[in-house]
Structures are given as C-alpha cells and as structure tokens.
C-alpha cells in the first residue's frame, strides 16, 4: 500500500519521487526529483525499499511494463554524447537557443507496423504528454520526461490504423536544472496521412535512426523559421508583382485564357509554380509552402478590392484541398467558398467568395 513520504518508481515511465498527497485513493501525487509535484494513478506506482533514489540522466534505471499504446516496454536512446541541461544550484545555464522536438516513424521490417518516436533534439529536457484524437475527444497515448538530445520510442501504429487519418497533440514543458532563461509550454497537432506517410521517398536516410525513417517536425523553431520565412518570400513575390508560372497538372482542366475580370483573381498552388526545384521537398514541406502561398493571398484579397478568389490545388490524393477547407472553417468562417467551375478547372479548383 502506498502511503504519503513513501518514495517510489513509476510503473510506465522513468524515474519516481516522493509521495506527498494521498487522499484520493486512486491518485497519488508525487514530488519528483526535478522538483515538481505530478499527480499519478497509484496503480503505477511501485515503492522502492532501501535507499534507492532516482538519480535521472544516464544512471537511471529504466522500469518497464504495459502502457495505453499496448507496447510491451519502454526504450530511450541517447543521440549522442551531449550536454544533459543540468547545472549545479546557482550555477547559470546557458539556455538553448531553439526548441526542436521531432516524431520519428520507422518500419517494422517483419509486421510492416510503424514505430512512432519522439525525438528532443535540443538541450532542453522535457516533459511531454501525446494524445491521439478519438472521435471529439483526446486519448492520452504516453505521458513521460525525454533528456536532452535523446529519443524515445512511443508506440506502434499498423498498418490497418494508418489507413485513415490518424491526428495527434504533443503537449510539452521545456526547463533546465540550474538558473536559465524558462521558455513557455508548447503544443502542436499532426496528421499522420497515409497518403504522404506511404509517398515514395517519404522514408529516407536521416540523422537520428540506422533506418531509413519519416522525420516529422512537431515543436520546431528551425522548422518555424524556415516557414516563416517561405512565407515572406510570397509576400515579396506579391508586392514585386511576379506572374505565376505555367501550370501543368491541373486534372481534366483546359488550357484557357487569363480572366479579364480585375476582381477575380486565380492562383494555382501547384508546388513546381511555387519552387525552383519542387524534388527536394518532403510531403510536408511542400504541404507547408502551399499553405502558405494559399494564406498570403487570401490575406491580400480581404485587404483589397478582390471579390472572388480560384485556388486551383488539383485533384492529387485531396490533401490539400482538405486542408484550404479546414483553414476556411477555421480560420474564415465568414467567408463562403465552392468549387470553382467545372467546366474551366474540373474536381481541380476552389472558389472563395470575398465579397457579393
């Protein structure tokens, strides 16, 4: 039985603490090592006898057993010999310039099952919690503590889940031990896409697994900088006043003459009109620049006197489609949009309307 001062593990994760609040019987809340106090099921806490203490870092013992993805255990795998983030009391740390917290997905060469793994590719430790969208609802996958410059394998996705979009939330806490400057808690959402996940290329050689393996970017300040910056670059392709290039795939589309109505403006967000060399892109990255373009337009459009605007995204796996309508309901709901005219763009196009 557990009781309040007793120090104990965690059934599921690393590390453990001291327990400080039992009056619920279910749920313990413990004081961890790093100094805060979490509250945890009592059915996944185990008492250590002795004078165990949890040390953290590389001389912790890692605990295995079940967990909500139905993985048998637990694996964290140090990336390489790097700065744990820790500094002695008073002692000033010097704060990590960015934020990088990466999804690894690798295949199971004899299931075909995707391994999913975080990856804190920065000097930050974490504290992190992975949910999967359930209906209207959020199923919470893997609560847990990552080190610094280290990834850890999360759970396992067949390939019958990946079959329809799968959308996950990371939602995580970054600190250090000693003096240093506190960043705030983050979140993100992703979808894993079937589509994009199985497109060829999508696994490659990568800088954190021996396999091949689709690099996801979730909380990412260099990812952020390289959108934000992709991002500009529409906005000064905007003011230069630069015409779209050609477009080639646009489904059953004919090729037709440029309107001559000055409130109706067309853009296609093909990625070969959007890039100089399209092949050096992921899925995502691609996805990223086309999202982008589509944001800056429309931003523009509501700012001046466009009545209408003709997103020509193509008919492709509709991901991207998806997406503009998901930005539309979100972000727009005011506005009305359609598909464009059958005739001229075929399934290929979406009409907004700005203004009557």
């Known amino acids: 039985m557990i009781k309040k001062g007793d120090r104990v593990r965690f059934l599921n994760d690393t590390g453990g603490g001291v327990v400080t609040d039992t009056s619920n019987p279910k749920m313990a809340m ?12 009592v059915s996944e806490l185990i008492p250590v006898s002795g004078q165990q203490h949890y040390q953290g870092g590389e001389d912790r013992q890692e605990v295995t057993g ?3 993805t139905g993985d048998s255990g637990r694996e964290e795998v140090p990336l390489a010999e790097a700065a744990p983030g820790e500094n002695e009391p008073g002692e000033p740390a010097e704060t990590p310039s960015e934020r990088n917290i990466l999804g690894g997905l690798v295949e199971k060469a004899a299931t075909g099952d995707l391994e999913f793994w975080l990856i804190n590719d920065s000097g930050f430790s974490v504290f992190y919690s992975l949910l999967k969208k359930d209906d209207l609802l959020w199923l919470n996958i893997k609560t847990g503590h990552i080190d610094p410059d280290t990834k850890i394998r999360i759970c396992s996705f067949s390939r019958e889940e ?38 060829r290329g999508s696994f490659a ?14 909380i990412s300040d260099p990812h952020e900088r390289e959108v934000r910056k992709m991002k500009e670059q529409e906005v000064s392709r905007l003011a230069s006043g630069r015409k779209e290039g050609p477009a080639e795939d646009r489904g059953p589309a004919k090729k037709r003459q440029p309107t001559a109505d000055p409130l109706i403006e067309e853009v296609d967000l093909h990625i070969e009109n959007l890039v100089d060399d399209p092949a050096t ?24 006197r466009t009545k209408r605007v003709v997103f020509i995204h193509g008919i492709g796996q509709g991901k991207l489609k998806f997406e503009i309508r998901k930005a539309l309901d979100r972000k727009y709901p005011r506005l009305r949009y359609q598909d464009a005219s059958f005739r001229e763009y075929g399934y ?5 309307i700005i203004r009557k």
């Not at 944001?295 to 001046?304: D, H, I, K, N, Q």
């Open 348 to 352: 290929g196009a979406t009409m907004v």
């Open 66 to 68: 079940p967990d909500l």
């Open 281 to 304: 892109l992921s899925g995502r990255e691609a996805l990223d620049i086309q999202m982008a373009r589509f944001t800056t337009v429309l931003e523009g459009a509501l700012r001046g």
């Open 30 to 41: 413990v004081l961890i090592d790093d100094g805060f106090e979490v509250p945890v099921p």
């Open 162 to 199: 990946l079959n329809s979009f799968i959308t996950l939330k990371l939602q995580a806490l970054f600190y250090m031990k000693g003096i240093y400057e506190p960043v705030s808690p983050s979140q993100c959402e992703t979808e894993l896409d079937p589509a994009d996940i199985y497109s």
């Open 205 to 218: 050689v990568n800088d954190f697994f021996d396999d091949d393996a689709r690099i996801i970017p979730l």
